[in-house]
């Protein structure tokens, strides 16, 4: 097959491709430790090599159970003729047999075979990752989606794939409810995607996900640092009466507040503090209106009451309703107070 044998790059670095385009290749390898992004990687090859050859022979092998001889038995080319993908998994548990036989494989690949290798992460079998980089086959880095502003590029490609068009307001609406799962993100993706007739608003996804944790919590930050007390302090009780813990509500706060304060002490455009801090141009324009209600003095009280309301709901205090209670009413009074 032709797609087996990718042209090798020049450099280690000109190798590197994404989970969304990766392509087969004679050596295909997938790192980093996000699991989900790993599977859509693989499941992706394994589509692209069974629509170009149809009667692939898919074999799986696992790196830390591997027994000497395996991968060139697998790879044998077979009676038929027909193209293999071998997938191998546990490459961070791989054993010196593995090691030992992929490093020949690796110099010298079968044509034909497609052979998938997923690392999740470690040192161990360094070399054989140091030998295919440098060989000029694709590599592919999955890690975790961990700032926002990554989370919502995420959210904005698979609507961009499926065809269907989302609100930026329902974007930030999704990440907010789901967005601590990148599987559960993607599924929630899916699902509006399936299921809207029209662009996908914050309307919608406050009807499929307004009830999560984490969309509730977030109802009760963004109502306090807007200095609406009486709603922040009603969406915590309703919060809190239908069994929200305590923990997800003050470390909605606390993010709210750190964004704040980074883009209260950074100087420069929106766009320049965006670059500068990582963060999206939306979020950073967002914190920069809400920053005009609040004194120094006010941000600094309610960073630290929320840093002991955080210790209090930990463990640190009998009462941890009110300990949330009571940095939702500072917080909410320092911003609306000048």
Not at 135 to 141: L, Q, R, S, T, Y
Not at 174 to 180: E, H, K, P, S
Not at 291 to 298: I, N, S
Request: proline share 4%; aromatic share 4%.
């Amino acid at each position: 097959m032709a797609a087996a044998q990718a042209p090798k790059a020049k450099t280690p670095s000109a190798n590197a491709a994404t989970w969304r385009d990766v392509a087969p290749a004679a050596v295909v390898l997938i790192t980093g430790p996000e699991e989900y992004l790993g599977i859509r990687a693989m499941d992706r090859l394994r589509g692209l090599v069974r629509e170009a050859m149809p009667d692939v022979e898919v074999s799986k092998l696992n790196a830390g159970a591997y027994e000497a001889g395996a991968l060139a038995m697998t790879v044998t080319p077979s009676l038929f003729g027909e193209g293999k993908l071998l997938e191998v998994e546990g490459l961070e548990a791989m054993n010196e047999a593995f090691l030992s036989d992929a490093l020949a494989y690796v110099a010298k690949p079968e044509d034909d075979v497609v052979l998938v290798l997923r690392h999740s992460g470690g040192t161990r079998g360094k070399k054989l990752l140091d030998a295919v980089k440098a060989a000029g086959w694709p590599v592919v880095d999955c890690q975790p989606l961990k700032k926002d502003a990554d989370k919502v590029s995420f959210v904005v490609a698979e609507f961009k794939a499926g065809g269907r068009r989302i609100e930026t307001e329902a974007v930030h609406a999704l990440v907010n409810a789901v967005g601590t799962s990148l599987s559960e993100l993607a599924a929630s993706c899916r699902q509006l995607i399936a299921d809207a007739t029209t662009a996908v608003d914050a309307a919608m996804v406050e009807r499929y996900y307004g009830g999560r944790v984490e969309a509730t919590a977030f109802k009760v930050a963004d109502a306090a640092m807007a200095g609406n007390a009486a709603l922040a302090l009603s969406s915590l009780r309703h919060a809190l009466a239908t069994g929200v813990d305590p923990v997800p509500l003050v470390a909605a706060l606390a993010a709210k507040l750190r964004t704040l304060a980074r883009v209260a002490g950074a100087q420069g455009s929106s766009a320049q503090i965006a670059k500068l801090l990582g963060m999206q141009p939306w979020l950073v324009e967002q914190a920069q209106r809400d920053v005009r209600r609040w004194t120094p003095e006010g941000l600094i009280r309610s960073i630290q009451v929320t840093a002991e309301a955080d210790a209090q709901v930990k463990g640190l205090s009998r009462d941890p309703v009110y300990a949330v209670e009571h940095a939702v009413t500072v917080i909410a009074t320092s911003a609306r107070g000048r």
